[in-house]
C-alpha cells in the first residue's frame, strides 16, 4: 500500500525556470494539501485541491504559483519564472474526506533548489 | 490570521526524563489537534491528535488539550535520543484548513 508519492526529491532549477512538482495521493485518498517550508520553520498552507477542484487556494502566491488535481493523474504544483526565494521543500499531503479528527499523510517533499 | 505558536527550542533533555512540548493557538473555532515529529530532512510523520478537553495516552506519548486555555501540549515519557526530532503541533479549524506551528526541536541526551 503506497503511500503519498513526491516527485521528483530534488529538483535544481535556475532563475527564471518552470519548476513542476507531482504528487500522487495515497490510494483512497481524493483530497490533496501542499504546504512549503522554508529551512528552519514550520509548514505553510499553500492550496487545497480535490479532483479537478480547487477547494481553497488562500496561502498560493498570487504570481508565478498554480495548482491542478486533474481528474487522471498526480497533482502538480507549477512555479514559474522561479526566483531564489522559492527555494524550500514542498511538502504534499493526502486525505480522504476530511473528517474534524483525521489527520494528513505527508509525502516525503521536493526540495527545490533556485540557482 | 489564526496564529499557532510554539517554543522554538531548542529543549534538551536526558535519556529517561520527560519531556513536555507546548503549543497554543488563536483560533477559538479550532476543532482538532495534532502533533507531528519530523527528522531532519525527512517529512512529517503524525504521532498524536486529540480532540476532547483532558489527556490521551498512547505508549510513552500524551496528548493534553485545554480549550479555555487555547492550549494543547505533548508529554513524552522516558525519552529517548531516537525521540530527538522537531515537534510540530497542528491545529484544525475546518476541513482542509490545518495550520502548523514553526516546530520545537527536541534533543535528548544519551
Known amino acids: 500500500n503506497a503511500g503519498v508519492m513526491q516527485n521528483p526529491r530534488h529538483l535544481v532549477r535556475r532563475r527564471g525556470q518552470e519548476a513542476r512538482l507531482r504528487c500522487s495521493p495515497m490510494?483512497?485518498?481524493?483530497?490533496v494539501y501542499w504546504y512549503r517550508q522554508l529551512p528552519e520553520e514550520g509548514l505553510k498552507f499553500m492550496v487545497y485541491?480535490?479532483?479537478?477542484?480547487?477547494?481553497?487556494e488562500s496561502g498560493m502566491p498570487k504570481e508565478r504559483f498554480s495548482a491542478e488535481f486533474p481528474k487522471e493523474g498526480p497533482s502538480i504544483l507549477r512555479i514559474q519564472q522561479v526566483v531564489r526565494g522559492d527555494s524550500a521543500a514542498y511538502f504534499c499531503?493526502?486525505?480522504?474526506?476530511?473528517?474534524?479528527?483525521?489527520?494528513?499523510?505527508f509525502g516525503s517533499g521536493t526540495r527545490l533548489t533556485v540557482v | 490570521q489564526k496564529e499557532v505558536e510554539q517554543n522554538s527550542g531548542p529543549l534538551s533533555v536526558p535519556e529517561g526524563a520527560i519531556a513536555s512540548l507546548n503549543c497554543t493557538y488563536s483560533?477559538?473555532?479550532?476543532?482538532?489537534f495534532f502533533w507531528y515529529r519530523q527528522y531532519s530532512g525527512k517529512s512529517p510523520e503524525l504521532i498524536m491528535f486529540?480532540?476532547?478537553?483532558g489527556d490521551k495516552e498512547d505508549g510513552r506519548f500524551t496528548a493534553q488539550l485545554n480549550k479555555a486555555s487555547q492550549y494543547v501540549s505533548l508529554l513524552i515519557r522516558d525519552s529517548q535520543p531516537s525521540d530527538s526530532a522537531t515537534y510540530l503541533c497542528a491545529v484544525r479549524g475546518g476541513p482542509g484548513d490545518m495550520r502548523f506551528g514553526a516546530g520545537t526541536r527536541l534533543t535528548v541526551k544519551p
Open positions: 485541491l480535490q479532483k479537478e477542484n480547487i477547494i481553497d
Open positions: 483560533d477559538r473555532g479550532s476543532q482538532s
Open positions: 499531503a493526502s486525505s480522504p474526506p476530511p473528517a474534524i479528527n483525521y489527520g494528513y499523510t
Open positions: 486529540i480532540y476532547s478537553n
Open positions: 490510494k483512497g485518498h481524493s483530497h
